[in-house]
């Protein structure tokens, strides 16, 4: 029996063995963001009053949650494959010792330890990795990164001094944190979801009731609004046609400077199209795509 069990704690130890899914890399991960991380502090204390400080500290701020994401998806990706190969290997063995060891206490003993094994793997599966969703909110969580990082981009390129300045710049680094999280790639699918039934709604207004339902300019900004690139040009546009727009909120002001605003400046370059009140930024933004 004691024989046994030291098979069966040799086993769970070596099962449990952690192995990673990417290879080491090739900078000091923890010195960099330790660095830049002593920067980021030193600009909360004297913000950047030009283009190119701002720049500087944005690329600082990208590339300490570029580094902490990678280790993240490695985390979370590696840590459920380790732990059903972890699982599977007790689960053998267990079988192995209780095969070995003779009496049939000691084989129900195991029996009893296999299943139990097997039925906490099974809730930690549907609990925490929600069955096999996790590839499917990785690929939001990188798809919502890439569409926030061509916004932030796109600014810092057209950027004039003091047009964008290190607060507006983090509160779109805070945006592309939330990007990529869990939470964030869930609450992004619910909402991609709404968005798309209500273009889905408008589509069929336009087909029941004629073009009136539908401009040209509303047309062209749905093609364009397909790609995380254009998106992120409809968006840029849209807050250098109507600074004031998204202002409106942010600088204290009491009452909204219109409808479209009305709960607070626009979050998605969808509101532009989907939105009444907010319909007539439209020729102004397609103007400034030309």
């Keep these: ?58 690329n600082k701020a990208l590339t300490i949650m570029d580094l902490r994401y990678a280790e993240f998806i490695d985390d ?93 710049a983090v509160h779109d680094l805070t945006g592309y944190f939330s990007a990529g999280t869990l939470l964030g790639a869930i609450a992004s699918i619910s909402k991609d979801a709404g968005v798309k039934q209500v273009e889905s709604e408008s589509e069929i207004k336009a087909i029941m009731f004629g073009p009136s339902a539908s401009t040209p300019d509303k047309a062209t ?20 046609v109507n600074p004031q727009l998204f202002k409106s909120q942010t600088s204290g002001a009491r009452q909204p400077v219109s409808q479209c605003a009305a709960n607070g400046p626009p979050t998605a370059p969808e509101m532009l199209i989907h939105v009444d009140a907010c319909a007539g930024d439209q020729a102004k933004v397609l103007k400034c795509l030309e």
Excluded: H
Aim: glycine share 8%.
């Design 221 to 240: 900004l749905r093609k364009i609004i397909k790609t995380p690139e254009g998106r992120a040009e409809i968006f840029s546009c849209w807050k250098t």
């Design 1 to 58: 029996m004691r024989l046994a069990l030291m098979i069966c704690i040799f086993i769970a130890v070596s099962g449990c063995a952690s192995f990673r899914g990417t290879p080491i890399p090739a900078i000091n991960v923890n010195e960099t963001i330790k660095r830049y991380s002593g920067d980021l502090e030193g600009l909360a204390q004297n913000p950047p009053q030009d283009c190119d400080g701002v720049k500087d500290g944005i």
């Design 76 to 168: 979370i990706s590696i840590e459920n494959k380790t732990k059903a190969t972890a699982t599977d290997v007790m689960l053998v063995g267990l079988g192995l010792a209780g095969t070995a060891v003779g009496g049939a206490g000691a084989k129900t003993i195991f029996s009893a330890i296999s299943s139990g094994v097997a039925a906490t793997n099974t809730s930690i599966d549907k609990n925490f990795f929600y069955e096999r969703t996790l590839p499917a909110l990785v690929s939001k969580m990188n798809a919502d990164r890439t569409q926030q990082q061509l916004l932030i981009i796109g600014r810092i390129n057209n950027c004039k001094d003091r047009d964008y300045s290190w607060f507006e």
